[in-house]
Structures are given as structure tokens and as C-alpha cells.
């Protein structure tokens, strides 16, 4: 491989994760003995409230008067277009069955968990749009239960009227201001004033994501998620500009944030510089995007789109941008990354709010394995058996047989009892 790193990331000072994982289960393991005394305590420390938890019917009416109408509407649009991708989602999951047997039915039933819950993260940014992709596919899977949550804004003790009105707009039945671990850990074991989920989906902080990391196997989740990331694969064909711009709509992210540029020309690496150093002179959130592009940007040339390809596959992204001539060339070749955007107009941002498909994505190599929320990720395909007299007379010898290899008689005997019946 002849790839040329142009610019690399700074090597990343390693984190005490000792020390958060501990003081995570200090945490986890509070809420679990003490219940809504430890929660109420720890909203107080971390959330800085703690007279309220449950939002009431007439806070989510007051987000609404405090939102400008046009932002409402541009929240409906982003829920309608995902409502519709969820919808087509969930055409796809079909229950089946088929008699493989005479007398030996086989099949699986699609069901949807009975509960679970979105978490929403607040931090720098309101994020809305993470409601939406959260707790619609949710619905439209069928949950009967769901619940959301996020942590108030500084200024006000509250949740962020856009985040309030979309959790509202997306078909959230419980929602609750709170956030960090003790929200993960009443969402997981339950408090007097939080019944437990069965699944908690969505992005968080170091805190978030570790405090999952613990509860999973009691409780379900979507995947462990990390710093957003894009990756970029250009040609000469691509225009600098909407190459900049994605770099840095992904780099102001956070501070840990990651962009990519794969690229054959380095005539367009050399714009594309140009053009990011420009947007950062004027870019209102440059003190964040400007570090995380200097600390983790990278820009590497290759000589063929079919090294681009083979460096993507390792790196795994969580979000994939095709901008060059031919994008469905390589489209077929492409096989780790959370979601793809093919073409020089498919921005990321679209994906992010308004196109339909879901934002909260795999990071940290995890694509090589999973995809982000979907429909199916609320949804459990369990099979089933049906077997009558013939079906199982068929069976019994050779089951009978396995089970006396492997020295289980009691199974044996299950089966040589239907043997002559």
C-alpha cells in the first residue's frame, strides 16, 4: 500500500478509565440499594436539580410556547421523513413459517421489547434530532413503553424546550430530566419514581457510555459509541468546498471528534485545506471544531480508489461520504461503516436530521459487526416449533441418539418417550 499520510492525528493521551469505571459503579451500585434517595442526590450533584424528575403535561405545552413555530415544524418534517424510512424498515421484518417435516413446523415470531428507553444527551448542544432517531423507530416497532430522558440546561433546571417538543413530537410515554450515569442506572434497576426498561438506546458521554457498558446483560443496549467520525473519500471531481464543510460539521462535534479525507488528487487536498482554514475564521463553534480538526484530522493519498476502499474497510467508520465521479463503482467494495452518503450533495448533516436514516451510528471499528438503531433494533425475532405425533416420531431416534453422546439421559429419555406413543 503506497498511501501518503498528508496530515495525522496527534497521538491521544490515554484516560484514566480506571477511574471512571469505578466511580461509575460507586454509582450504579447506589442507585440500585437506594433507589430514588441516591437518584435525587446525584441529579442534585451532576444535574444541578432535583425538584422535579418526571416531566408533567404542562412543562412539555410550555417547551412548545417557548419554541419559535417554525422550529416545531422543522421538527415535524425530520420526524415524518424518519417515521416513513422506520415504516419501510419495518415492511422488511416479516414473521414466517414453513413445515420443513411432515408434522414439524418451523418459523419465528417478530416481537417488540415491552420497554425501553432513549437517552438524550444534553452536554454542549440540545439535540433533538437524537429524540427523534431514538424514539421513533421505537414506536413504529411497537413498544408499548417508552421512556426518554435528558439533563437540564444549566440556565433553567430544565431539558431543552427543542429537545422537550421532539421527545413530545417523536411519541415518548414517560420523560424524565435527568442525565449521565444515575440515568442509566435508573433506567437499568428502577427507583420509587423510575420503573425499568428493558433496552436503553442512544449516545452519551464517557459517563453514559461506561455506565451501559456495566448494566448490559441486565438491561439491553444498542452498542457502546465513542467520538463521531466521518471519512471522506474525493477525487478531482470533488468539490472542495462540500468537502471542508463536512469535515468540519463532524469536527465540532466535540473535542475528540474525527475527520477523514481519503483522496487521489492531492490538488483537491490542497483546496480542501484552504477552504477549512477559511470556514474556521468565521465558524461560530471554531474554538471547538479548530482543535478537533488539528488534534484528530487526517488527510491521506492514495493512488487508486481501490486503496481508498481498503483503508476504509480498516478504519470502519461511522459515517462514509462517496464524493467522486463514479461512486457506485466502489459502492459494492464497501463494507464497514455506520451509514453511507454516495455523491457530492449527500452531506452527512441530511442524514443527521432530515433524510430519514437513522443518526445514532457505530464508532470505534464497531461497524465491522453491527449497524446503528433501526426498527429491528426494538424488535426480537424469536422461532418457534410445532410438532405433532408423526413430526416427532420422526425426531425422537435421532435426538435420543445426540443426547446419549453427549451423556444428558434425562434429555434421552424426553425423546424416547415420544418415540412409540
Known sequence: MTAKFIKK??????????????????????????GDKALFEFCQKFDG???????????????????????????????KRIEEFSLLQKESILPTQKEFLPGVVLGHRIIPVASCAAY???????????????????????????????????????????????????????????????????????????????????????????AKRQVSGFTGIDFLAGPSEVLIIADETSDSRFVAADLLAQSEH?????????????????????????????????DIAAKAWEQNGEIILVESLK??????????????????????????QLTNYGSLFIGNW?????????????????????????????????????SFQQINREGAQTLAPIASRIARLEGLYAHKLAADVRKSQ
Not at 412539555?60 to 413555530?69: F, H, N, R
Not at 476502499?309 to 459502492?331: G, Y
Open 307 to 332: 486503496e481508498a476502499v481498503e483503508i476504509s474497510n480498516d478504519i470502519c467508520p461511522e459515517h462514509l461520504e462517496l464524493h467522486i465521479q463514479n461512486p457506485d463503482k466502489i459502492v459494492d
Open 49 to 79: 436539580t432535583c425538584n422535579f424528575i418526571k416531566v408533567s403535561d404542562a412543562k412539555i405545552k410550555k417547551a412548545y410556547e417557548e419554541l419559535d413555530s417554525q422550529v416545531i415544524e422543522d421538527l415535524k418534517y425530520a420526524a
Open 120 to 210: 438524550v444527551p444534553g452536554g454542549r448542544y440540545p439535540l433533538p434530532s437524537s429524540a427523534l432517531m431514538s424514539i421513533i423507530p421505537a414506536r413504529i416497532a411497537g413498544v408499548k413503553r417508552i421512556v426518554t430522558c435528558s439533563p437540564p440546561c444549566k440556565d433553567t433546571g430544565m431539558i431543552h424546550p427543542a429537545t422537550l417538543v421532539a421527545m413530545n413530537i417523536a411519541g415518548a410515554h414517560e420523560i424524565y430530566c435527568m442525565g449521565g450515569a444515575h440515568a442509566i442506572g435508573a433506567l437499568s434497576f428502577g427507583t420509587e419514581t423510575v420503573n425499568p426498561v428493558d433496552l436503553i438506546v442512544g449516545p452519551g458521554n464517557q459517563w453514559v457510555t461506561e
Open 254 to 286: 466535540d473535542l475528540q471528534a474525527r475527520g477523514i479525507l481519503i483522496s487521489t488528487d492531492i490538488d483537491l487536498i490542497t483546496k480542501v485545506k484552504k477552504d477549512v482554514e477559511a470556514f474556521l475564521e468565521t465558524l461560530p463553534t471554531s
Open 9 to 34: 492525528a496527534k497521538p491521544r493521551l490515554q484516560k484514566d478509565i480506571f477511574d471512571v469505571k469505578n466511580k461509575v459503579s460507586d454509582i450504579l451500585s447506589d442507585i440500585k440499594k437506594h
Open 346 to 382: 449527500a452531506a452527512e448533516v441530511f442524514g443527521d436530521y432530515v433524510s430519514g436514516t437513522n443518526h445514532i451510528l457505530p464508532t470505534m471499528r464497531a461497524s465491522r459487526y453491527t449497524g446503528g438503531v433501526w426498527v429491528g433494533t426494538f424488535i426480537k425475532v424469536a
